[in-house]
């Protein structure tokens, strides 16, 4: 610790961090531009300027920059001293010299950073009044919106991009007072994470395309805390909401998870609530007309189950407690998982593995932390985009750890430490069958079939603990290679292993698993990431339930004759043919669901379940941490959750455990009692008779606007706000106004910061947790009971006349939800097959051309698109896209001609 003297006033504080960074933990407000918690300090912008003086009899100074300065002890600066102010106005006016003042129309108003810091430092008047530089703005796709005039050149937007995300075709060009930051020509920018330049940049240069659609001032939103619900990691988001619209996705800060950032999926993928698509009445379609009225709805609901034998169908996207409530109503010998087969055995293993292994799944945050990370058989940034912006953090800590520390420099300077890093990476090793974005940061690559990579997986563990199973018949390439991978994570201070269920290959998680096993054996402090299809997925893994085929074979056998289907659409879970058999046998079909598909257009009754900006509930990412989402804005009772949909049922049922729940804390508790690993569950938020100082806490802003006349349609008398039952969180602008527990955070304000840069505002220190810790509880920890594997593959063998497909993976089109919002519709491949290059010679076919092939009797024709990597006998077909028939990958595809295969070798590196 130190001690530091701040315009007389003595602090203690941790020395060598960041002087600015310290300032701002202390609740200091220094204005600041090119510094970010997330990415450090580079003194570009000259915004933050303080005095320092030599010691107590020092009353000159010098003025430095404290984004620049290293806290030690016994320091002594001002920020109130009249140079240093006065540097900063004038600092801020040259930043402004081009600016076009254009806050009345600009995006970014009332939300913005550069307001802010213009506020703070005095400048209120332009003092510029000759002719403005003015640049050609740029098309940079769906997402965002460029205005280059309003730039201040403070750097963030490509070192965001290109150093941290890994981007390559955003750029700084020019240069003195001539900078451009753009791509090199109009077009869409590339990376998958391009969406955060909206909150990066500290002005309106970036801004969010899909909010200026249907745009509301900040102050003007409706907002409640959030968790993404497009992948299994958990990120949590604010949800900002208008006049019963859905404006726009913004980051909320989570120090363990996500941090400061989003995908462009978790960003943009939000706008299928205002699809045209939803279901906003009830349907009984033995009833004219269809739509029809709550109460109606329910009767007839709860006469098909009375008079049915009925089994309930849950879902990987649905809710925890909706989940439940359905397993209470139809009973746990009827409660069936609504995924694949493949995805339940594979859930259910990752689960095991957590549960009974003996290593710990790290947070986001220590997956950055990581000095030598092996992934096998996933393509994170398709299936687990922040994970893999994790991993691209991670590669940089051995080089930083072994040449920067010893040069004396901060960890958070960030200009000296890249350049004294230049290119050099720590290890990383990617094993998958076809290429990554990882792949150009990696130590090694190993493309080849699911099986071999469990091989190489399974060798490696071998070679750290010989306990471990060996592999027999690996070539000798192989053999050296999981040697130097075994080598590199001995060497590691911080290894990590990740997998998961992309592959579709068992073999491959218990290859991981043994991995990461072998090495805690050898007391090393590994960790192990297992990635999972959806965002609840190991949540519903973890209420226990039967698989899919199970339930077709109840009601095609005649065990059951009715089924309640929960927010899913079954066509994308099993072949169209085995779907439509099992609802046409089907005597009653209830379906709830927030956007109709293919499965609610053959319901008998649909109710309309309200997706997660309208609904309260806990999902469970892919670590075992529960996590709650809050209900943004009212809606109409005909829209419900739809565990309340259920559980009304259940209390018109006359069900005795059902009747006596008289809220959503009822529900959390009989879960919590239910299921003692659930327990925790209970914590993930305030119970929903919380208040401070008598007060709910508000989810509109202080400056909200047009309240009174929002309903002046209907009404020129305001009706009563209504009241949440659900949640300690009010709909109106009333309530405690100081700042609320970390999860239950709507957005991020204090007086002077109106961006998203009053995150600072709400930490324990800066960059680090929220104050009274991040959101989310921990369930899953290891019990160290697992043992070895000892299920080692034989070697891939093509087979003559068909193509073993395998599952691709894309961040825009594999993710069910977030392929109906339009702006993500025009990120979406078109369908096509990826084959060996060889093997599309035998088959004499060109990049393009049509390949027909069936898989369980479903025909397929897609176009076919050459790879290099993919092993030979084998062919790779998205998984999820519009349009595409569901197959359950991977799986033996039949070709409408015959080949005869000849051996290959099966790996490249």
């Given at each position: ?810 961040t825009f089109g594999s993710e069910e939800m977030s392929n109906h919002s339009p702006s993500i519709m025009q990120r979406i491949p078109e369908p096509y097959v990826a084959i060996n290059a060889a093997d599309a010679i035998r088959l004499k076919l060109d990049e393009g051309q ?60």
């Amino acid at each position: 610790m130190a001690t530091i003297y701040i315009d007389n006033k003595p602090y203690d504080v941790q020395a060598g961090n960041n002087l600015l960074e310290t300032c701002l933990t202390l609740g200091k407000d220094l204005p600041y531009f090119c510094w970010h918690p997330a990415m450090g300090s580079i003194g570009a912008c000259r915004q933050c300027a303080v005095k320092v003086y030599k010691d107590e009899n020092d009353t000159k100074g010098k003025l430095f920059m404290s984004c620049m300065e290293q806290v030690r002890d016994g320091m002594r600066i001002s920020i109130a001293d009249m140079e240093a102010k006065e540097f900063r106005a004038h600092i801020i006016g040259w930043l402004m010299t081009n600016h076009p003042h254009d806050c009345a129309v600009c995006d970014e108003g009332g939300a913005c950073h550069l307001q802010d810091m213009t506020v703070m430092t005095g400048h209120n008047y332009r003092q510029y009044s000759f002719q403005k530089r003015t640049y050609r703005n740029q098309y940079l796709g769906p997402f965002l919106n460029h205005e280059m005039n309003r730039c201040i050149q403070c750097y963030r937007c490509v070192r965001y991009y290109k150093d941290y995300a890994g981007g390559k075709d955003l750029d700084v060009f020019a240069a003195h007072n001539h900078l451009y930051f753009g791509r090199a020509e109009d077009g869409v920018l590339e990376s998958e994470f391009s969406g955060n330049l909206a909150e990066v940049c500290p002005t309106g240069v970036f801004t969010d395309k899909t909010l200026k659609q249907h745009y509301t001032r900040k102050w003007d939103l409706t907002s409640a805390p959030s968790v993404c619900h497009h992948c299994s990691i958990g990120c949590n988001t604010i949800a900002g909401e208008r006049y019963g619209t859905l404006r726009n996705i913004t980051n909320r800060y989570n120090g363990e998870i996500n941090g400061y950032f989003l995908c462009d999926r978790g960003r943009f993928g939000y706008e299928f609530v205002n699809s045209a698509g939803r279901i906003r009445k009830p349907l009984v379609r033995s009833k004219l007309p269809e739509a029809t009225e709550k109460y109606p709805a329910l009767e007839a609901a709860t006469s098909a189950i009375r008079t049915g034998r009925v089994i309930g169908i849950g879902s990987p996207r649905a809710s925890l407690e909706s989940n439940y409530v359905l397993k209470k109503l139809v009973g746990e010998d009827n409660f069936y998982h609504g995924v694949s087969d493949v995805d339940h055995d594979l859930v259910d293993l990752a689960l095991h593995i957590l549960r009974d292994g003996s290593v710990r799944t790290p947070s986001l945050r220590e997956v950055e932390k990581a000095d030598a990370v092996f992934i096998l058989g996933e393509d994170l940034t398709n299936t687990a985009p922040m994970l893999a912006l994790a991993v691209r953090q991670s590669v940089r800590q051995q080089p930083m750890l072994e040449h920067v520390s010893k040069a004396n420099i901060p960890l958070w300077q960030d200009a000296a430490v890249r350049g004294l890093v230049q290119t050099d990476k720590g290890p990383l090793v990617v094993a998958h069958y076809t290429p990554t974005k990882l792949d150009e940061l990696a130590t090694y690559t190993f493309f080849d079939s699911p099986d071999a990579i469990a091989r190489l997986g399974f060798a490696v563990a071998n070679v750290i603990n010989e306990e471990s199973p060996e592999v027999r018949g690996i070539s000798e390439d192989d053999q050296a290679l999981a040697q130097q991978i075994a080598e590199a994570l001995m060497r590691a201070q911080n290894p990590l292993i990740i997998s998961g269920t992309s592959s579709g290959s068992e073999r491959v998680l218990k290859a991981a698993a043994n991995i990461a096993h072998a090495l805690k054996a050898k007391e090393k402090p590994v960790g192990i990431s297992l990635v999972v299809p959806e965002c609840n997925s190991m949540g519903l893994a973890m209420l226990g339930g039967h698989k899919l085929e199970s339930a077709f074979e109840a009601v095609l056998n005649g065990y059951a004759d009715t089924v309640i289907i929960l927010e899913n659409d079954l066509y994308r879970r099993a072949s169209t043919a085995t779907i439509d058999q099992f609802l046409k046998n089907c005597k009653q079909v209830i379906a709830l669901d927030y956007l109709h598909n293919l499965t609610t257009e053959k319901a008998n009754i649909v109710l309309p379940a309200a997706p997660f900006s309208e609904a309260d509930g806990i999902l469970i990412n892919n670590e075992g941490r529960a996590q709650r989402f809050f209900q943004v804005h009212p809606v109409p009772e005909e829209i419900q959750e739809s565990w309340h949909w259920l559980a009304e049922v259940g209390t018109v049922m006359g069900d005795e455990e059902i009747s006596s729940w008289h809220g959503y804390d009822d529900i959390i508790k009989a879960i919590a009692k239910e299921y003692p690993e659930l327990e925790g569950i209970q914590r993930t938020a305030p119970p929903t008779d919380f208040r401070i100082a008598g007060q709910r806490i508000p989810r509109a802003p202080h400056r909200f606007s047009g309240r009174t006349s929002m309903l002046a349609r209907v009404t020129v008398h305001e009706p009563k706000p209504a009241e949440d039952p659900d949640s300690p969180l009010s709909y109106t602008m009333e309530g405690y106004r100081g700042q609320p527990p970390s999860s239950m955070i709507p957005f991020f304000w204090a007086p002077g910061w109106n961006s998203n840069q009053a995150t600072n505002k709400y930490q324990e220190e800066v960059g680090g947790q929220l104050k009274g810790g991040d959101p989310g509880v921990r369930l899953i920890e290891p019990t160290g009971n697992l043992l070895f594997s000892t299920a080692v593959p034989q070697k891939f063998f093509p087979l003559e006349g068909h193509l073993y497909m395998l599952p691709l993976h894309h961040t825009f089109g594999s993710e069910e939800m977030s392929n109906h919002s339009p702006s993500i519709m025009q990120r979406i491949p078109e369908p096509y097959v990826a084959i060996n290059a060889a093997d599309a010679i035998r088959l004499k076919l060109d990049e393009g051309q049509l390949l027909s092939f069936s898989i369980e009797g479903q025909i397929y024709q897609l176009p076919v698109r050459l790879s290099q990597t993919i092993p030979s006998g084998t062919a790779g077909m998205p998984n999820g896209l519009p349009g595409v028939p569901f197959a359950e990958l991977p799986a033996w595809a039949i070709l409408n001609r015959d080949i005869k295969w000849k051996q290959q070798p099966q790996t490249t590196f």
